[in-house]
């Protein structure tokens, strides 16, 4: 299927694999890139240049296919080496970046300069014509089912990608709650160019993380996400468990007065805990609400020989048949 998100990334399938902390490591990101699509390792996971390079280092040895680097900016008292792992980026020879978090204009000379190609991932229309208008050349629109961080605005999918269409004038794919042929054929009917998937993607075979977690995805319904840290103005969607529980009522019982170091037991350091111990009760850990669409955990060539195959049959045949009657 050639859309100009293929194009623009030179990748056979519109799918791309987002950035996921200690999960987009170089054995995710290779067997998306080898299935088709995007694969993207995450940046902050490796933390510091030295390892990142080391990461794309392996990724490379596993695929002669494109992949790329997510970069989430997020406000830290220390922040990441940002410049040093951007050099990094480039210096490996990269060409597709991921940005996410606050806006990356700072970034984007360099990676522009490059021959760099930035897809920025937002969470409203604003932002979006935001990142068109500072040059990205595509966007991620991620709807308020997401995995993760689906800002403050709460616009699920079935608004946010038709108005996104009707606004910008780079391609964007659809992000969050995404799964199957269905969600990519309505996200093309409903004017973007591909899909963004995060936690369909950890319940396969090579994703690099403790079974438990792939078992915990597979059992969730779309039922058991939960939204916190609203009251700290940085919303994340993760699995119900007990610590989620636990955070839930701190942030019921201190409303306004709630600050990050009442609930960093929760949420700080949670990651290697969950992803690579499988302890899933260690913290809050962001997944969607598509949990509920997963039903097995296929290697990642099958789930995505099967989405494209099914979209080619959903298209011809199931609306072509709507539309000749
Ligand atoms: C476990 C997990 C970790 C994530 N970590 C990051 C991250 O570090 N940076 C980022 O930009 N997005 C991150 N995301 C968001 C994904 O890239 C993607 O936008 C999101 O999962 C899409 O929603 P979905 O899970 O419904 O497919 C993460 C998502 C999950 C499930």
Redesign the pocket.
Known sequence: MKTRITELFGIQHPII????????LAEMAAAVSNAGGLG?I?G??QGTPEKLKNEIDRCRAMTDKPFGV???FLPSVTPPDYPGLVQTIIDSGIKAV????NNPAKWLPMLKAANIKVIH?CTSVRHALKAEAIGCDAV?V??F?????PGEDDIPNFILLPRAADELTIPFVA?????DARSLVASLAMGAEGM???????ATKEAPVHEN?KQAILAASELDTRLVMRPLRNTE?VLNNVAVERLIEKEKAMGASLKFEDIAAEVAGV?PR??IDGAMEAGA???????GLVYDIPTVQVLIDRIMSEAHTLISERLARFDAS
Do not use: P
């Open positions: 694999q987002g950035g996921m902390h200690f999960v987009g993207i995450t902050l996971t997510n970069l989430t991921e940005t996410a978090g991932k991620s991620d709807g089912e997401c995995g993760g961080h992000s969050g709650g995404m799964a963004n998937m995060g936690t369909r993607f950890i977690v969607r990651y969950v992803m850990w962001s997944c969607g609400m598509v949990a």
